[in-house]
């Protein structure tokens, strides 16, 4: 699962998904990662339940948690493969691998953020290319996140759910949560925003970070005083864990398909497993 652009398009939502949909089968499903922005004492790394984010970085650590799945990481991902392999698993699913040219795959799956699309189209650093727009055409699935997925493309939309505390699990309707301060680093943070804004969220105060960010406990209590409560994005909490305040809430989404075009997805790679 990748892209062919830089910065945030939904990769680890649609890969959430798809261990889901498979554990949901009755499958073994591993998750192999770069694991960037982690610096493991070895690698190949298998994640564990209290693995944290220095360690694996912060996509790899959200997955482990939301889903229980076995999750390697190794900057040669045919490494975490192989480790993976040896746990006995159904599935191996790579996040954001499309560019790793020398691991072996069956399926393919393309992201595109379907309100940036691919902008002018020119490579990195001039546009946000990573690789040219006729990658598009050689890959099994093609999933629009927002927007209007033009014709080939899968609709994929974020569905929110209730904003979720770090410190007691309680849940409640973002719109129930007062003088909101809100922050993301993720690879487009003004997506977050546009999300709590159509949740009617009471955000008073907007900060985004770069991508992967290693956040110090000064820089976020410091963000407290411009508001009484602070809303993030799970990825964003997965870093936060450890000095969080009971005041601190994060959005969980989850990848939404048209029913139809889900069955195809699943089915597709049930078929290839067999």
Not at 80 to 105: C, N, P, S, W
Request: aromatic residues 8%; hydrophobic residues 35%; contains cysteine.
């Amino acid at each position: 699962v990748g892209n062919i652009t830089a910065g945030g398009n939904g990769k680890t939502p649609v890969v959430v998904w798809l261990v889901e949909q498979l554990q949901l089968k009755g499958y073994k499903v591993g998750v192999a990662s770069r694991g960037y922005g982690g610096k493991a004492p070895y690698y190949p790394y298998l994640l564990t339940e209290t693995t944290t984010p220095d360690i694996a970085g912060d996509e790899p650590v959200l997955i482990k948690q939301r889903t229980k799945a076995e999750v390697a990481v190794a900057p040669i991902r045919s490494e975490a493969v192989k480790m993976l392999e040896q746990q006995g698993v159904d599935f191996i699913i790579t996040d954001d691998g499309l560019q790793h040219y020398a691991l072996q795959r069956d399926i393919e799956f393309i992201v595109i953020d379907g309100k940036r699309r691919f902008g002018n189209q020119h490579y990195i650093p001039l546009g946000p290319l990573r690789e040219g727009v006729e990658r598009l055409s050689s890959v099994d699935f093609l999933i629009c996140n927002g927007g209007e997925p033009q014709e080939n493309e899968v609709s994929m939309r974020l569905q929110p759910s209730e904003a979720i505390n770090l410190i007691t699990g309680e849940r409640r309707s973002v719109s129930s949560l007062s003088n909101l301060v809100a922050f993301a680093g993720i690879g487009h943070p003004p997506r977050f925003f546009e999300t709590l804004n159509q949740l009617k969220a009471n955000v008073v105060h907007t900060q985004g970070f770069e991508d992967h960010k290693a956040f110090e406990q000064t820089e976020i209590e410091q963000l407290m005083k411009h508001g009484d409560q602070l809303i993030m994005t799970e990825k964003d909490a997965v870093k936060c864990q450890s000095f969080a305040q009971s005041s601190w809430w994060y959005l969980p989404v989850d990848a939404q398909f048209p029913e139809e075009k889900a069955q195809q997805i699943l089915n597709k790679i049930i078929e290839v497993k067999e």
